[in-house]
């Protein structure tokens, strides 16, 4: 199984609502990154949170650490149609390397 | 700045031939890596390199090589082609250590091996 698994693995909501992606995870963490793709692009990098973080913000973004869960949260305030994409977590260990979760499909509404 | 770029965008091959996918950047930036991208599975590390003339192993490093004789420039190799290595690959670079650092993805090369 991976280190880092996206919930869910698909969100459909509504233009002007929020949007929550979480990402859960095995060991214990170095820091927490989330990307964004969109559809046939490369990767976007939003947000990195490091394991003595608990919260972070970024424009609408808002992501959350809780190590002791092993566990962080992506949240998209007042959503729009240009947000549809594809999210992931990256989680770092240690080392050079980054594990990427699945990810999670939204579609937003308009 | 170009940022990173990826040739070419779409490749199809037959079961054992080989082919370079190219991998530039115009950052400067030390670290570069490759990564595979396969639906339901995210990305997975093939190769990286945190220099010129340094490359080490990822996740998934078999039936492909890399080099890296310059900071801008970093090739994928894959030697014979199989159907399992259908996929979309990704090159990524950054300016400090990737696990710590932001990472900028190319757009993608999306390879069919028949």
């Known amino acids: 199984s991976q280190q880092g698994e996206e919930d869910p693995q698909a969100l459909s909501i509504q233009e002007g609502e929020n949007a929550t992606m979480n990402c859960s995870y095995k060991?214990?963490?170095?820091?927490l990154q989330w990307y964004r793709q969109n559809s046939g692009r490369g990767l976007v990098h939003l947000i990195l949170?490091?394991?003595?973080?608990r919260e972070k913000h970024s424009g609408r973004l808002r992501v959350t650490l809780d190590t002791s869960k092993k566990s962080s949260s992506l949240l998209i305030t007042a959503s729009r149609a240009a947000d549809t994409a594809s999210y992931f977590c990256?989680?770092?260990?240690?080392?050079?390397?980054?594990?990427f979760g699945a990810g999670t499909r939204l579609f937003v509404k308009a | 700045n170009a940022g990173v770029t990826q040739t070419p965008k779409f490749q199809v091959l037959k079961t054992g031939q080989s082919m370079t996918l190219q991998c530039a950047q115009d950052?400067?930036?030390?670290?570069m890596s490759w990564y595979r991208q396969d639906p339901g599975m995210g990305l997975r590390l093939i190769h990286y390199?945190?220099?010129?003339?340094?490359?080490d192993q990822g996740e998934v490093p078999n039936g492909y090589n890399v080099s890296r004789s310059t900071t801008e420039d970093f090739p994928l190799r894959l030697l014979s082609a199989a159907p399992s290595q259908t996929s979309v690959y990704f090159c990524?670079?950054?300016?400090?250590?990737?696990?710590?650092?932001?990472?900028?993805f190319g757009p993608g090369t999306r390879l069919t091996v028949l």
């Open positions: 990524a670079s950054s300016y400090g250590w990737g696990g710590t650092d932001t990472q900028y």
């Open positions: 990256a989680t770092n260990t240690g080392g050079f390397k980054t594990i």
């Open positions: 950052m400067n930036h030390e670290y």
């Open positions: 949170i490091r394991s003595n973080e």
């Open positions: 390199s945190v220099g010129a003339g340094i490359t």
């Open positions: 060991t214990s963490i170095n820091n």
